[in-house]
């Protein structure tokens, strides 16, 4: 039998908590090893438990989902591992701080309301290396995140966005193909796609991902999508790629 998928899941409300849980326990390969109501207990029962994946919410009590997904990204970094794998749970209104769970090392979020079907399919990308689940939606809400984010900082509510100049210096390390890749990622592609378009195979793409990832310097895909958009590689609306020379 294939080992199952371990995941905690992270949510101030218990109503949610109970009703994610039953979505994953219902499929075969995925069991919920773990309840947590805010983030500061999410990390205890990570070190208890050991889950692949973390069903994340961004707004509890005592630390919310944004510190525990950052401390978490850094604790894998220094252990040299992957897992657990975070992925943020969301509603719109909480657009300003997907940006900022996805800069923490978020390996992707969904909305709270999805379709119970792209929930254990996400579970099941993140756990196995990819991060955008649903492309397309995980696009715009991207650029809706981007967008937000230049306008609030703009009358000083905000953190003001990056400068996109920092991003040509590194940028311009990355080979012809691996642009590509970054440009095909900050538009919506999925590994798949991603080697249908580029007439390779999957293996060969990920192996191009990791390359950007490390060359960014970067922990996850989504923030490699970002970071084509705050360097206006690509634009929300546009379909031309800019490239700094």
Partial sequence: M??????????DQGVIRTGLAMILDH?????TVAQ???GEEALRLIDQFDPDVVLMDIRMPVMDGL??????TRANQEAGRSK???????TFDDEAYVLSAV???ASGFLLKDTDPDLLVSAVRAVHRGDSLVDPASTRVLLERCVELERKVGEGGSAPAPQDAGRWTGVLSQLS????????????GLSNRDLAAKLFVSETTVKTHVSSVLSKLGLSSRVQAVVVAYEAGVVRPGEAEVRWES
Avoid: C, H, N, S
Avoid at 2 to 11: C, F, G, K, Y
């Fill in 2 to 11: 294939t080992d199952q998928i371990r995941v905690l899941v992270a949510d």
């Fill in 27 to 31: 499929e075969p390969d995925l069991t």
């Fill in 36 to 38: 947590a109501g805010d």
């Fill in 67 to 72: 510190v525990a997904t950052e401390r978490i």
């Fill in 84 to 90: 657990p794998a975070v992925l943020v749970l969301t």
């Fill in 103 to 105: 800069r923490a090392g």
């Fill in 176 to 187: 012809e193909r691996e642009r590509d890749v970054l440009v095909w990622m900050a538009r």
